[in-house]
């Protein structure tokens, strides 16, 4: 590493010197100690110089962007909702969203808004002074958001149980999950508290809420729609994207805030402004639909039923019943239905798991994003990672480590394994296979438009103890809590390290599994080429437009 500047030439003290390379295990001659005084104290002149510059972030106009009743509610919608506001655009820029209604995951800054993330607020309470960047899209494009959607602590369960504020209930029946992460955002668009909301997904924590509410969940391709202002899991895996009643509605939203901003390192520096016409682009098939035969509509697609997608231990007979039905309906609106099969699906669920630890507990749970190119949420830094240790070894406080769930806690005792057994040699593995994962699903997308199969195997369950349990949490250790949703991301987490568009679809309802009298929907997914979201869109509306899920029942 060259250097550009001696600074104001301080001489760090010998002793810490020599202290930094012994507790590394290194050993350093006596005159090279007397010049790396000079070359570290120098630095520590530069750091600190630095450390004194304005950040330059996103401080939005608040004469613009207005934003008024902020509060803790005390009616949360069952869980639904961590914070409520009320925050607008004076001067949207589009109405492409104009009068409608928005939820936003407390995993998305925005200004002046409390992000719990759904920690308690150990280091102390987060209210972002900036706005992520799709919250500044929507706002743009006429939304009116109207609060903050409880997650999942620190996003990382499936279950809706976990969130520091609060249980989340599903809108069909009380008790059961709602799923996660973005468990709020499922809830409060099925009872139609919102319009729309924006969640996150890393493992289909879009799509499983998605499915286990009765709405339509999608994760946008990697890269499409920028992740700047959120806080992450795993920069490789990260989504977010929207969450709304109809494909329609999807579509629009997606449109909203998709496209190139500039920051996120994740996202293609250009994309075709018309590629990015989601919803003017799926109106015109539908009214070229409107004058055709119904057995014509989907003429010309593919549709690949992947065969893995129903073999899992966990899968229902009743939610493959109802998945079967609809990829018939695609049949007879005219879609080629062939039977595909990628041999690996579940292996590479267990290698998305592997690839997590280790970067994903530096990056979200401690704050490591170095070799990042993006907003870093440096206002929030000494909250994610509240103490160091030798060899880059970050560490977590008790009172950090007990704040998690066990998602949260799994992960980072994972870390601490990883890095200690195996560096980044299990990491490095698991990128090569990955790579590979993403072309066996390219194959098998080069002879199909989509695939299609369940988005989770099972309906929604009942919390840990029955429905009837006032807490809704787990009672035994971290075991029980992460086997009891077992086989819930078998069908979803593989797209997130691929980076393919999935978008769930809710295709009729079902028998709870512990109680026949429940009914609880299921999720269709329908997984396309990267950046081909709009064949998605297509395929779901076409079927949305002939079909009301709300009155299929599918019991065995």
């Not at 429940?518 to 979201?533: H, M, N, S, T």
Request: aromatic residues 6%.
């Amino acid at each position: 590493m060259a250097i550009a500047s001696l600074g104001k030439g301080t001489k760090l003290d010998a002793a810490e010197v020599r202290a930094l390379v012994k507790a590394v295990g290194l050993s350093i001659s006596d005159s090279a100690i007397e010049d790396w005084r000079v070359l570290l104290g120098s630095f520590e002149d530069c750091a600190q110089l630095v450390l004194e510059d304005d950040d330059g972030l996103p401080i939005p106009d608040p004469d613009r962007y207005i934003r008024t009743d902020i509060q803790i509610p005390e009616n949360n919608e069952k869980g639904g909702w961590a914070t409520r506001c009320s925050v607008k655009s004076a001067a949207p820029t589009s109405a492409l969203l104009a009068g409608r209604t928005l939820a936003v995951k407390d995993n998305i800054a925005l200004a002046g808004v409390r992000c719990t993330n759904g920690l308690p607020p150990v280091n102390g309470e987060w209210i972002p002074t900036y706005d992520a960047t799709i919250v500044t899209r929507v706002l743009d494009a006429g939304a009116m958001i109207t609060g903050k959607a409880t997650c999942e602590n620190a996003c990382m369960e499936p279950i809706s149980n976990t969130s520091y504020t609060g249980v989340v209930h599903n809108p069909f029946a009380d008790g059961y999950t709602c799923g996660g992460s973005s468990s709020g955002s499922g809830r409060l668009v099925a009872i139609g508290a919102v319009d729309m909301a924006l969640g996150g997904d890393q493992g289909g924590s879009i799509r499983i809420p998605a499915a286990f509410c009765g709405i339509v969940g999608h994760k946008p391709t990697w890269g499409l729609v920028p992740y700047t202002g959120i806080l992450g899991l795993q920069s490789v895996i990260d989504h977010t994207g929207p969450m709304t009643a109809t494909v329609r509605d999807n579509a629009r939203l997606l449109e909203a805030i998709s496209g190139p901003d500039g920051i996120d390192d994740r996202q293609p520096f250009f994309m075709a402004p018309e590629s990015l016409r989601f919803s003017s682009s799926l109106d015109e098939f539908l009214s070229a639909g409107a004058a055709k035969p119904r057995d014509q509509l989907l003429k010309g697609f593919k549709v690949g039923v992947l065969k893995e997608g129903f073999t899992g231990k966990q899968m229902n007979p009743n939610v493959a019943t109802a998945c079967h039905s609809a990829i018939s309906d695609l049949k007879e609106m005219g879609a080629e239905v062939v039977e595909v099969s990628v041999p690996n699906h579940e292996h590479i669920c267990i290698i998305w798991m592997c690839a997590l630890p280790l970067r994903g507990g530096r990056e979200a749970l401690l704050g490591d994003t170095t070799g990042r190119k993006q907003l870093e949420l440096t206002d929030r830094g000494t909250a994610a990672a509240p103490a160091m240790g030798p060899s880059e070894k970050a560490l977590l406080s008790q009172e950090f480590f007990d704040a998690l769930g066990p998602g949260a806690q799994n992960l980072y005792m994972r870390y601490l394994y990883v890095n200690d057994k195996y560096g980044a040699g299990l990491h490095a593995k698991c990128t090569n296979l990955l790579n590979k994962a993403t072309q066996a699903y390219d194959a098998v997308l080069g002879s199909v438009d989509v695939l299609v199969m369940p988005t989770v195997p099972m309906p929604a369950f009942p919390f840990p103890g029955g429905p009837d349990n006032s807490t809704g949490r787990f009672q035994g250790g971290p075991l029980e809590s992460l086997s009891y949703p077992l086989g819930v991301l078998s069908n979803t987490a593989q797209f997130n390290s691929t980076g393919h568009p999935a978008l769930s679809l809710p295709v009729g309802f079902v028998p709870a599994p512990d109680n026949p009298d429940v009914k609880l929907p299921a999720g269709l997914q329908i997984v396309g080429k990267r950046f081909e979201d709009l064949t998605c869109y297509k395929v779901a509306a076409a079927w949305e437009e002939h079909k009301d899920w709300k009155t299929l029942l599918f019991a065995q």
